[in-house]
């Protein structure tokens, strides 16, 4: 029960929920809506003293004793028994406190209005300016959000929902036949004209038996510090930099340096999870980035740890990532190939791709011949003959010593 009035990591998933169950749908379409809404994430609680982690990905959420939920040990709550469970307590008054159920019908129209508000902003008016003709000047007056407020409104009249639903409708079928109407995928019509069709629903009312929500005490579990992990670095493609460093590498010291350089400094704040690294190691905090509800360093030598952990128990790249490591390796190859032949050129050079070519053509012909191993061994005869002949000291030398050892 605590886990599950807790919400996701979302600050307002609680409130989501109770307006999706107000709605009085079957447990089929319950269910459903918190496999789309919580996504793959977790939590760690401390609760009576002991710590407690959840995982909840497609086929449930599974809650343990511990730093991990993902244990033998774990029990697996499946999404329509949560949505059963979910359904008990907000009868009982016990799922969400009366702040929060107060607050339900401005969320949802106010929701509404800002997806109907950038919709609006994202249609392709360069393309047809004739959609213009459907919105009215009155609603968008002020900019956000002064114009969503007055939309949000609008929508609570029966006239008013009528007319913004039949536009919505009509984008939808407009989109159906032509998705070039929306300048963005994800500002597709459909999304905001089911949002307006769930308004005309009658809704069942909750009790609450509190007035606030005090949360447990938290903490960042195993199953989450991996989940962070496994996003990378933050550098393009960095996991496989990481995953053939440690393949190849097996000293300690040489991975720590390795990913104290390759990190570098920098962070990422997503609202929920915010990361920051530099020369110490890994901040990974929970809430308002200056007071975190939950937090934990991780210094270089910790990182190597999990890191070496995740990559021997085959869970740091995926099944998919695994198989494209040969592509990654010939993709950065080119790069160093191309590098090799960037300075210190001239007409006399023999080089495996035309001077004159561009990016992509260069990568289809370095493609094909590293596809190939005569073609492979002639560009590394090649490069060394060339390397021969380069000064050490000229800007190229060093270029053409990895693409070599590379190669």
């Not at 760690?44 to 407690?52: A, C, E, S, T, Y």
């Not at 670095?233 to 190849?248: A, N, P, V």
């Not at 308002?288 to 190597?304: F, G, H, R, T």
């Not at 260069?362 to 003959?385: A, F, G, V, Y």
């Amino acid at each position: 029960d605590e886990v599950l009035c807790d919400g996701t990591n979302d600050r307002n998933s609680v409130i989501e929920i109770c307006i999706e169950f107000s709605k009085d749908k079957s447990l089929a379409d319950k269910a459903q809506f918190l496999r789309n809404l919580y996504k793959s994430d977790g939590k760690g609680f401390i609760l009576d003293g002991r710590k407690v982690s959840a995982w909840w990905n497609e086929q449930g959420i599974r809650i343990s004793y511990g730093d991990s939920a993902n244990t033998n040990t774990a029990q697996l709550l499946s999404w329509e028994d949560a949505a059963k469970r979910i359904d008990e307590l907000l009868d009982l008054g016990r799922f969400a406190p009366k702040d929060t159920l107060l607050q339900m019908d401005k969320y949802e129209y106010k929701k509404a209005a800002n997806t109907f508000w950038y919709m609006e902003r994202d249609l392709n008016f360069d393309e047809y300016p004739e959609l213009r003709n459907m919105f009215k000047d009155e609603w968008f007056k002020g900019g956000f959000p002064d114009s969503t407020e007055r939309i949000a409104e609008h929508l609570k009249t029966a006239k008013g929902l009528d007319e913004i639903k039949t536009i919505t409708q009509k984008l939808s079928d407009m989109y159906a036949e032509n998705n070039r109407i929306t300048r963005f995928r994800y500002s597709n019509p459909n999304i905001v004209n089911d949002m307006l069709a769930d308004l005309y629903i009658t809704r069942k009312d909750f009790p609450a038996q509190t007035l606030t929500y005090t949360p447990p005490e938290r903490f960042i579990s195993r199953d989450e510090i991996d989940k962070m992990f496994k996003r990378g670095s933050g550098i393009s493609e960095g996991k496989y930099s990481i995953y053939l460093f440690f393949d190849t590498h097996s000293d300690k010291k040489e991975r720590i340096t390795f990913l104290k350089n390759h990190y570098g400094w920098g962070g990422s704040y997503t609202g929920s999870y915010n990361e920051n690294h530099d020369a110490k190691g890994i901040t990974f905090s929970h809430g308002d980035l200056s007071k975190p509800y939950a937090k934990i360093e991780i210094k270089w030598n910790e990182a190597e740890k999990h890191i070496d952990r995740l990559i021997k128990n085959r869970d740091y790249l995926s099944d998919a990532e695994i198989k494209n490591i040969p592509n990654y390796e010939k993709e950065q190859l080119i790069l160093r190939i191309r590098q090799a032949y960037m300075f210190d050129t001239d007409e006399n050079t023999v080089m495996p791709y035309p001077s004159d070519a561009d990016y992509d053509t260069t990568k289809d012909i370095l493609m094909q011949k590293l596809n190939d191993k005569t073609h492979t061994q002639t560009m590394l005869s090649d490069l060394k003959e060339l390397l021969a002949q380069t000064p050490a000291d000229a800007r190229s030398y060093p270029l053409r010593e990895a693409a070599i050892q590379d190669l």
